[in-house]
């Protein structure tokens, strides 16, 4: 097999790099750049996504903090930031210690995505005095229904940015100014975030003292605010209306990976919340990749890697049934081990111990995707002659089934129209055009996942519900 090697820019311009991750699609709209250069700016792309708007020379040190532009990667940087953790695992980078658990002390679990252990842990942080703020993703104060990153200093303002908001955030504003206040701060991202903040940190000593804790939520890929904007319309909102959601509302009754979400109208007073199982809406099946931004298909870090503690759903045998939710926790840190084994020695949480395959089973899909996938889409980038971020993982398809490779190419496809056809949906304002516009690539999906016969009667089943669903939002 032979491979073509990417034809340019030169890997050692970072602002020729930088470029080129902006005009390839592959910018994730972070926010790092801007920090590092403040001439760049952060736009909102017409599908709702947010990309950097750069000068015609950005100073290179925005190349060098860029997530998919830095020639530093997850391998390089994790020894620098945990030499001393005693374990390794291919897809879960340096650890110290790998559990399932929850919160069982307040409501925090209650109302967390999960077990609620991330804002917990940050809540707990600032309580002793650790930390002086939390810089996270709450609602945005002065934009209703949206979210942005913000500094919170009280564990009530912490507690607001709890649950996971499938929705396009960046840190620019909020990071600049942080570093020399004599002050220190946890962050929480997700792990593209965390990577980039890592790289400002490593640039800037007083921005490393002020940042002491990075914490990731396990990602499987962003969404567009057009995503919200969908599940909204599906719920009775039309598009340019306000409304409040809620991405994971749990369900009593229903295994934690059978949440719903809850929509509220805000244009009428006191309208009540539209709760909605994710079974019963089109659009949430996460293998699709509907509103996908293209950089999440350049990624291979799922597991947080550079952060002092990851967190995701154990949505595995013996934690998936409770409606509650539990989290996997990947801890990195001794001072989080330390602190999380007390709290858990108090009946404050529980943590039980688990093995490195249980983790990656919680996440199998995902690794699947940015491993396997991530080789398919290099190679086939490559094939193409087109420019693609520099990665850990070889391109190639060796081992790669032809079943699976159409899954990738397909997934890759899904997520691209889906931003077109949406909008096109939106521009006749008949929701139902979205799901008929997607139904041919979304049948040949699901005919590759396997078992064909039952591939008709869910598509079926899927654009009666959005008919019946849009026709109320139309
Ligand atoms: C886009 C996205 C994709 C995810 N994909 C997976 C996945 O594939 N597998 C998996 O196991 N888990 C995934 N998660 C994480 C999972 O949903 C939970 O957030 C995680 O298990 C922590 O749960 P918790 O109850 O401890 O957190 P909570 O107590 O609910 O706190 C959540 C924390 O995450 C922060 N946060 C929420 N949304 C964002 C955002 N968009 N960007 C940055 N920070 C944010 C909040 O500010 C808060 O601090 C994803 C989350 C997001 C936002
Ligand atoms: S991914 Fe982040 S750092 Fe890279 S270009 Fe986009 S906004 Fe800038
Ligand atoms: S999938 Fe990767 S690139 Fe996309 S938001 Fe998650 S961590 Fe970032």
Redesign the pocket.
Same mark, same amino acid.
């Given at each position: 097999m032979t491979t073509v090697p990417p034809p340019f820019p030169p890997p050692d311009d970072p602002a020729a790099v930088l470029a080129a991750v902006v005009t390839h699609g592959y910018c994730i709209g972070c926010g790092a750049c801007a920090v590092a250069d403040p001439r760049i700016t952060l736009a909102e792309t017409p599908h709702g996504l947010y990309t950097a708007v750069l000068p015609p020379r950005p100073r290179p040190a925005a190349g060098q903090v860029c997530p998919f532009a830095a020639t530093a990667n997850e391998d390089h940087l994790a020894p620098e930031l945990f030499p001393d953790a005693p374990h390794h695992h291919p897809l879960l980078g340096r650890y110290a210690g790998l559990y399932a658990g929850a919160v069982t002390e307040g409501d925090?679990?209650a109302?967390? @995505?999960?077990? !609620? *252990?991330?804002?917990?842990l940050?809540s707990e942080l600032l309580r002793r005095g650790d930390i002086d703020g939390?810089i &996270?993703?709450?609602p945005a104060a002065d934009q209703p229904g949206q979210?942005a990153y913000r500094l919170s200093t009280s564990v009530a303002a912490v507690r607001q940015?709890?649950? @996971?908001?499938?929705?396009p955030?960046q840190f620019a504003q909020v990071l600049q100014g942080l570093a020399g206040r004599g002050q220190r701060f946890a962050f929480? %991202?997700?792990p593209c975030?965390v990577k980039a903040v890592r790289l400002l940190a490593r640039q800037d000593p007083a921005l490393r003292a002020a940042l002491p804790y990075c *914490?990731a939520?396990?990602? %499987? &890929?962003?969404?567009s605010k057009a995503f919200a904007e969908m599940i909204a319309w599906q719920c009775g909102v039309p598009p340019g209306e306000p409304f409040a959601i809620d991405f994971?509302h749990k369900r009593p009754g229903a295994p934690a990976n059978r949440y719903a979400v809850s929509v509220t109208p805000l244009a009428a007073a006191a309208a009540p919340p539209r709760v909605v199982p994710i079974a019963k809406l089109y659009g949430l099946d996460?293998g699709l990749g509907l509103f996908k931004p293209q950089a999440c298909d350049g990624c291979d870090d799922?597991a947080g890697e550079l952060a002092d503690l990851a967190? %995701?759903?154990a949505?595995l045998p013996g934690y998936v049934a409770d409606p509650r !939710?539990a989290?996997?926790l990947i801890v990195r840190h001794p001072a989080l081990l330390t602190l999380l084994s007390a709290a858990a020695a108090a009946g404050r949480l529980t943590l039980t111990a688990l093995a490195a395959p249980e983790i990656v089973r919680?996440?199998a899909a @995902?690794f699947r995707h940015r491993r396997e996938g991530l080789a398919l889409r290099l190679h086939d980038a490559d094939q193409r002659g087109a420019w693609r971020p520099a990665k850990r993982i070889a391109p190639g398809t060796a081992g790669v089934s032809r079943r699976r490779a159409q899954l990738y190419r397909l997934r890759a496809r899904l997520a691209a129209r889906s931003h077109q056809r949406y909008l096109l949906a939106r521009r006749h304002r008949h929701f139902l055009l979205f799901p008929v516009l997607m139904a041919g690539d979304e049948l040949r999906y699901y005919l590759w996942r396997g078992r064909w016969w039952r591939a008709l009667p869910k598509l079926l089943l899927t654009l009666a519900r959005a008919w019946r669903r849009g026709r109320a939002g139309r």
């Open positions: 925090y679990r109302a967390g @995505s999960s077990g !609620g *252990l991330v804002t917990w940050v939390v &996270h993703v709450a979210f940015g709890a649950k @996971s908001r499938y929705y955030v929480v %991202g997700v975030f *914490l939520i396990f990602c %499987g &890929h962003l969404k994971r996460w799922v967190a %995701g759903d949505w !939710g989290n996997v919680s996440q @995902s």
